[in-house]
Each structure stands twice: as C-alpha cells, then as structure tokens.
C-alpha cells in the first residue's frame, strides 16, 4: 500500500522558515522522482521543486529559487523542503508526489500559511 504524508505546515510570520517533510512507503523511493506542488487560493497549482532519484538535481519555480531549498533522504524514504524568507505569496497547500514518467502518488497536503 503506497502512502505519501507531509507534514510541517503551520503558521508562520513573513521572512520566517519551515521545513516541510513527506514520509513515503510501499514503493521503490529511491527510482522516484519526488515534487513538491503547492496550490494557492484562487490559482493554479504551482510546481515548487523537483528533485531527481538520486538527488543529486533539484529544480525550481523562479518564485521560490534561492529561498526554498529541496533534499531527500534515500535511507528514509523522506523528503524534505526548506522554506526561508517566507512571503505571504507562499500562502498555499502543499503536497508531496512521488513521480515515475507520468505517474505520480500524492499525499494529502500540508498547509503553509503566512501572515502577521
């Protein structure tokens, strides 16, 4: 049984940090590619970071390059997203997606909200 669960969320006030992180099991993690998405209020969703098998790659959405830093933990099964200088832009739910070619298991989200 595939599960992928994030967790971390939570309120935070504008230039602050979380740490997002998604536990995965019941498939091969380390042949996944892992994303975070992010879907605001009223727009679309937004691919935040992508981070290849081994690691060793992370891209990132312009909106968040230099302030969100992705990483994984092949051992763990786990990965995480760094998230600095935080914006009330960045207000949104965020979830976790395990990628094989067009593929993708999704965990259920984690809500990040920032404001004073």
């Known amino acids: 049984q595939v599960q992928v669960v994030e967790s971390g969320g939570g309120l935070v006030q504008p230039g602050g940090s979380l740490r997002l992180s998604c536990a995965t099991s019941g498939f091969s993690f380390s042949r996944y590619a892992m994303n975070w998405y992010r879907r605001a209020p009223g727009k679309e969703r937004e691919l935040v970071a992508s981070i290849t098998p081994n690691g060793l790659i992370t891209n990132y959405a312009d909106s968040v390059k230099g302030r969100f830093t992705g990483s994984r933990d092949n051992a763990k099964n786990t990965v995480y997203l760094q998230m600095n200088s935080l914006k009330p832009e960045d207000t949104a739910v965020y979830y976790c997606?395990?990628?094989?070619?067009?593929?993708?298991?999704w965990g259920q989200g984690t809500q990040v909200t920032v404001s004073s």
């Open positions: 997606t395990a990628q094989s070619g067009p593929y993708h298991y």
